[in-house]
């Protein structure tokens, strides 16, 4: 098996994000808050916004591909995880708790918790949150009824 390299990106690989995020969108579409149709024709200047918009995004490399992204917005008073996904043949290897600890990691150097949301029957992915130290705060009171239940998870750093 080749060795995973976990890089921080920015704006200037914006191809790069934009193929992990796509073959993310495609695997899970139910796990994101967008959809493959909401990217798939994005233009240059909507992938780079968003690497410049997000302030840390952090791509695992295979040496064919990238197999693994996971972001980290800036909340304020807080830090949330978002868009974590990991190839299907990496899962079950510790990529996840790799890419998981980049964003609790940069969230206590500014002395902020991670926080998010996770689908409620993702049962696998609350568990790497789980084993990566968040608390299971469960689905936020007054949760819409013709929503897909999400659970709010919190790591304190």
């Known amino acids: 098996m080749s060795e995973i390299e976990i890089v921080r990106i920015g704006p200037d690989e914006w191809e790069e994000f934009r193929d992990v995020r796509l073959a993310s969108l495609r695997d899970a579409p139910g796990a994101f808050g967008a959809t493959y149709d909401d990217w798939v024709?994005?233009?240059?200047d909507r992938w780079r916004r968003r690497l410049v918009d997000v302030p840390l995004t952090v791509v695992a490399r295979s040496s064919t591909r990238p197999v693994g992204v996971v972001s980290g917005a800036d909340a304020g008073d807080r830090v949330e995880?978002?868009?974590m996904?990991?190839?299907?043949?990496?899962?079950?290897?510790?990529?996840a708790g790799r890419l998981i600890e980049e964003v609790v990691a940069w969230a206590a150097s500014g002395d902020k918790p991670t926080f998010l949301m996770v689908r409620d029957d993702n049962e696998a992915a609350i568990r790497s949150y789980t084993r990566a130290g968040f608390t299971d705060l469960?689905?936020?009171?007054?949760?819409?009824?013709?929503?897909?239940?999400?659970?709010?998870?919190?790591?304190?750093?």
């Open 138 to 157: 469960g689905v936020p009171d007054g949760w819409p009824t013709d929503a897909p239940r999400e659970r709010r998870m919190r790591h304190d750093g």
């Open 41 to 44: 024709d994005a233009a240059e």
């Open 81 to 83: 995880l978002i868009s």
């Open 85 to 95: 996904w990991v190839a299907p043949e990496q899962r079950g290897t510790g990529l």
